[in-house]
């Protein structure tokens, strides 16, 4: 795995910030992967982390709805912060309500999904000054090569150019 340093950097200064941390990008380029690496890191230095991935169909039936979202954190809230992990939100109904209240919890809610709905009027407006976006591209050649190396595979830039 590709460790998107660049990315996580510019995240660190927030990660206890009461702003809902949203992670943006086009489909694959790696949001979801850059979530679970700062999920990681959070939990290397024994931070209290609870990840949801809305795409299981398991998750979604469990937790369908933002009064169900915060009743499920609520449960697992103890003394310490928690860091929350939403991967593909846009999956709960009314998930923009949960965020405007979870923020107020003693949580870091970290985000990822569909730029659309992310990044919708009502969304931008509704919590206009309570988060931070940061735009995740797909790899550059630097780490399609690393990648690759990882991978066994030789890797050249026309094959970066073509794929």
Not at 8 to 24: A, E, G, H, N
Not at 112 to 139: A, D
Request: some cysteine; glycine content about 4%.
């Amino acid at each position: 795995m590709i460790i998107r340093e660049h990315y996580i950097k510019q995240m660190r200064p927030f990660y206890d910030s009461d702003l809902v941390k949203i992670i943006t990008g086009i489909r694959r380029c790696g949001k979801s992967v850059i979530l679970e690496q700062v999920q990681d890191e959070l939990k290397a230095e024994g931070k209290n982390c609870l990840f949801l991935d809305f795409d299981l169909k398991p998750i979604r039936n469990m937790i369908p709805d933002a009064d169900a979202l915060i009743e499920y954190v609520k449960v697992r809230l103890g003394k310490e912060k928690v860091y929350l992990f939403l991967d593909e939100i846009q999956n709960v109904t009314d998930w923009n309500e949960a965020c405007r209240t979870l923020r107020l919890y003693n949580c870091s809610v970290f985000i990822s999904g569909s730029n659309s709905k992310l990044l919708s009027k009502e969304f931008t407006k509704e919590l206009s000054g309570r988060y931070i976006s940061f735009r995740v591209r797909p790899f550059v050649y630097k780490e399609s090569r690393k990648y690759a190396e990882q991978s066994g595979k030789p890797y050249s830039i026309t094959d970066y150019l073509i794929w």
